[in-house]
């Protein structure tokens, strides 16, 4: 399956991270990831960080998966909100899980400046604000939760909204504690890290078509016929790990984005802010280094490659037009757009670890439009597990509550 077309900035940007090595011999290592994306580098790196000898494979050109085509705003937000979530699963599990993704923005950082590499990490605010009166109807409820429960948000009201960002909506939060990041440059500079430093091994454009496992350890197959011996596996292969799974734990759905050619920074809204809405779908808009603009949103359905691409122009003016109505003064033109697949669940939430009965298969599906927080918290959680540490997230991001 095709996981994006056009061209996302982020590939034009950095241009490609070209190594090649594809699996031409029976190879055995402790752990191998399926993956080479946000998810499976940062995998990786919680693996290699603990001494663990790991092993990444990808049937394509390292991390040209969905993680390419990212917008990678970096929220502490689920998809649904809190007091929707509280009411799906217990207020205190989505407590926990908005706190993991809280910890997270921080933790993606420290990563980082581990390394000594920064891939356009940048802490910014976020406004989430209502498209219209209904929307005000779940910030005020969203706003109760999340402050008796002591997470960052101030509430804003239409008036604070106009005078700070010169648009209307009837309220919004605010938070300071999001950042924006390029997935696609963080995966590679952690894979190129850890290949050069800590042993790791990377294979390219070789896939795993099967899998057995034979008492203690895992036999994987490639396409072109080679076997990888392991420990553990990680199923980190993003939109397309439904092969893995025993049942289809997820949605697929199509969204859209575009980056503008760069405007005057002056002209960019107050403190550049993360924004995006109440309403589903919801449009999602940041801003980059170089003072570009991209906006994302319009999601459908997915039902194959070839509908979600015809659409692309279409919905690309659908999101000219909106940011257009939000920002008039700012002389908006399109430079690149692009389409991507991504999943969901019902309740906005990843699923991290065992399927249950599959000891030592862990899957780091760090589903829903928050996908990347959910990553982080799958690389320690894999790590603590390879560790026999404890990790009260899987209460909350495991397999159990899909089979309850
Ligand atoms: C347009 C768009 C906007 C988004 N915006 C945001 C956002 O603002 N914030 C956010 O947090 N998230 C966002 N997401 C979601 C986020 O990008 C994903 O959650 C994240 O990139 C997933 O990373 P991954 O490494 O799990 O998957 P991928 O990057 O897709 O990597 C999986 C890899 O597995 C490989 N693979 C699959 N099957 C096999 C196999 N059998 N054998 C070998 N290799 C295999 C693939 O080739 C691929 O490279 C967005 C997604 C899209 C498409």
């Known amino acids: 399956m095709d996981l994006y077309s056009g061209l996302p900035y982020w590939v034009a940007k950095n241009s490609l991270y070209n190594y090649f090595n594809p699996l031409e011999r029976d190879h055995s290592t402790d752990v191998l990831i399926i993956g080479s994306g946000i998810t499976g580098a940062l995998v990786a790196h919680e693996l290699c960080r603990s001494g663990i000898k790991c092993t990444v494979i990808d049937k394509r050109t390292p991390s040209t ?14 998809d649904v909100p809190l007091y929707k979530m509280a009411g799906m699963i217990g207020g205190e599990k989505a407590l926990l ?100 430093k800590s042993g790791l091994t990377l294979f390219t454009h070789s896939q795993i078509v099967e899998w057995n496992k034979k008492k203690s350890e895992y036999e994987l197959l490639s396409d072109n016929g080679h076997k990888i011996k392991c420990k553990y596996v990680v199923v980190a292969a993003g939109f397309e790990a439904g092969t893995f799974l025993p049942e289809k734990v997820m949605q697929l759905t199509s969204t859209y984005a575009l980056v503008s050619e760069p405007v005057f920074p ?43 691409d015809k659409l692309l122009r279409k919905k690309t003016e659908k999101l000219e037009k909106k940011i257009q109505a939000l920002f008039p003064h700012i002389p908006f033109k399109t430079s690149m757009a692009w389409c991507g697949t991504f999943s969901s669940t019902k309740d906005g ?29 799958a690389a320690q959680m894999i790590r603590n597990r390879i560790l026999e540490k404890a990790d009260k997230r899987y209460q909350v991001f495991g397999f159990e509550r899909y089979q309850k």
């Open 97 to 196: 899980a908005y706190q993991c993704c809280l910890q997270a923005i921080s933790d993606v950082r420290d990563v980082f400046e581990s390394i000594g590499v920064n891939p356009d990490y940048e802490r910014v605010p976020s406004l989430f604000y209502a498209s219209n009166k209904k929307g005000a109807g779940i910030i005020e409820k969203e706003y109760e939760i999340r402050r008796k429960n002591g997470l960052p948000t101030t509430l804003l009201s239409a008036k604070d909204i106009k005078e700070m960002y010169g648009f209307d909506a009837p309220a919004g939060l605010l938070n300071d504690a999001s950042a924006q990041i390029d997935a696609y440059l963080a995966a590679t500079v952690l894979l190129d890290f850890h290949m050069t």
């Open 266 to 308: 002056e002209l960019i809204w107050q403190g550049r802010s993360l924004l995006w809405e109440t309403k589903e779908p919801y449009i999602y808009i940041r801003t980059t280094k170089d003072n570009r603009i991209i906006v994302g949103g319009e999601d459908e359905e997915f039902r194959d490659p070839v509908k979600r």
């Open 65 to 78: 998966g969905s993680s390419s085509a990212s917008t990678a705003l970096l929220q502490y937000e689920i």
């Open 349 to 377: 939430l990843p699923y991290i670890g065992e399927w249950p009965g599959r000891e030592g298969m862990f899957f780091a599906l760090g589903y829903g439009g928050n996908g990347i927080t959910f990553s982080m918290n």
